[in-house]
């Protein structure tokens, strides 16, 4: 069955970084465009960032361009979301999603939580 | 900047009919912002019930649907169950290339 599953949450200081990985299975991964979307903790959802089949098109949330970097390894079945410069308002879930090729998300991982304090 | 809207709150009673609204804070939601919808209850990640604005994902019950209605996007819900009391989330397709979800609006079922 399809599975997303998310790694590389943590605690981490402010201005810090971090590497955020998504192993998908059960379908072809380079099918799909991929994203991130987060969660901060008791409010809502919040779109992040996209990247396409090929890896070569890269989408961001104005609120983390030029901080965060989406990538994709298609042998590895795996995106990734590098988080630089984090701040505390970085502190959220962050859920790896599949989109459907037909203007959805249809699949969603458990998420990894970030947490950003000194 | 624009931004998606949703009303904060809403209650339906069992068995009624309910109909949540996803619009832009300026301008209209039209086909080509594909809006989509998501459920999540405490704990849980998003389940996606509709996408491309009326499209029912699999396994999703015939009674959520979704529209467009005047200038906004509409998920309607009909005879409410208890299992539907959750958050609902809209995210719709901007003319920058990205999406933005709503706000999100807590469904109560009582």
């Known amino acids: 069955q399809v599975q997303l599953v998310e790694s590389g949450g943590g605690v981490v200081q402010p201005g810090g970084s971090l590497r955020l990985s998504c192993a998908a299975s059960g379908f072809t991964f380079s099918d799909h465009v991929m994203h991130w979307v987060r969660q901060a903790p008791g409010k809502g959802l919040e779109w992040v960032a996209a990247v396409v089949r090929d890896g070569n098109e890269k989408l961001y949330a104005e609120s983390v361009k030029g901080r965060f970097t989406i990538s994709r390894d298609n042998s590895r079945n795996t995106v990734y979301l590098q988080m630089d410069s984090l701040r505390p308002e970085d502190t959220s879930i962050y859920y790896c999603?599949?989109?459907?090729?037909?203007?959805?998300?249809?699949?969603w991982g458990q998420g990894t939580l970030v947490i950003v304090s000194s | 900047q624009t931004v998606v809207t949703q009303e904060p709150s809403f209650s339906v009673s069992p068995g009624g009919t309910v109909t949540l609204t996803c619009g832009f804070s300026?301008?209209?939601?039209?086909?080509?912002?594909?809006p989509s919808w998501y459920q999540q209850t405490p704990g849980q990640p998003p389940r996606t019930l509709i996408y491309n604005t009326n499209t029912r994902s699999s396994g999703v019950p015939d009674r959520f649907s979704g529209s467009i209605l005047g200038n906004k996007a509409a998920l309607t819900i009909t005879g409410a169950q208890a299992d539907d009391d959750s958050d609902y989330y809209c995210v719709l397709f901007m003319t920058s290339g990205t999406w933005a979800f709503g706000g999100g609006t807590k469904l109560t079922v009582l």
């Open positions: 300026s301008g209209s939601v039209s086909p080509t912002s594909y």
């Open positions: 999603v599949r989109d459907n090729n037909a203007w959805g998300f249809d699949c």
